[in-house]
């Protein structure tokens, strides 16, 4: 089932069940789960190298920290305010450690603009979020988790080529990390799921960005693509 059909299915079932964000939490962390199952298993249309796979992350973290400061300065709960401020800056953190062990691997691609392509439309999508509940679950649950699972691909590739020091980065510091962004989405999602109206905003953010995700099979080279925004 596609990430768009299940959201619609729990939804069908919300005036069943109530308005326990409790519940619609862990419809959302298996959800999340299936789509980290097939994009475990599902290889991109280009089998990149880990030079490209890192150029892919580097524009994935600057995208994540660009918008979750851009959430921050708007939110006024100071705990949301301070989920964002840590996103924003251990995905700012993330990029420098990434950038820095593809200027070693390849001083080339290193000096590429991840963003010369333009934005990603799954950021155009995260940033036209409003509510804290479809920022959390779209951003922290759905884009953190998803990040957990490419990254765990990317750690597997390096060990594989011998590149002992990326997998290593990848699976001691920034794994670790997105799984605590992940946790702490879900953490928060159940505070700001209340009403059913915030529920299903979060079904339908959540399923949209996994859509985005699944979609997403090109391997971001960190080269800028003819007449695309990305």
């Known amino acids: 089932m596609t990430p768009m059909g299940l959201a619609r299915e729990i939804g069908s079932l919300a005036p069943r069940r109530g308005a326990d964000p ?91 603009d991840p963003l010369a392509r333009g934005h990603s439309p799954l950021f155009r999508f995260l940033r036209s979020l409003e509510t804290p509940a479809e920022r959390l679950a779209a951003g922290l649950l759905g884009r953190q988790g998803v990040a957990r699972i490419r990254g765990a691909i990317l750690a597997d590739l390096c060990l594989r080529r011998g590149d002992e020091e990326t997998a290593r980065l990848q699976g001691e510091v920034i794994g670790p990390e997105e799984a605590d962004h992940r946790d702490m989405g879900r953490r928060l999602l159940v505070r700001f799921a209340l009403t059913p109206e915030d529920q299903e905003r979060a079904r339908r953010a959540l399923a949209r960005a996994l859509q985005f995700s699944e979609e997403r099979r090109e391997p971001a080279r960190g080269k800028p693509a003819r007449g695309s925004g990305g």
């Open 22 to 112: 409790e519940f619609v939490v862990d419809e959302l962390s298996r959800q999340l789960a299936e789509a980290s199952a097939r994009l475990a298993v599902a290889p991109d249309r280009e089998a990149p190298g880990v030079e490209g796979l890192l150029a892919a992350a580097l524009r994935e973290k600057v995208e994540t920290s660009e918008v979750a400061a851009l959430w921050m300065a708007g939110e006024f709960d100071l705990e949301l305010k301070l989920a964002f401020a840590r996103l924003c800056g251990d995905q700012a953190r993330h990029y420098r450690l990434l950038a820095d062990r593809l200027q070693a691997l390849d001083p080339s691609a290193a000096r590429i």
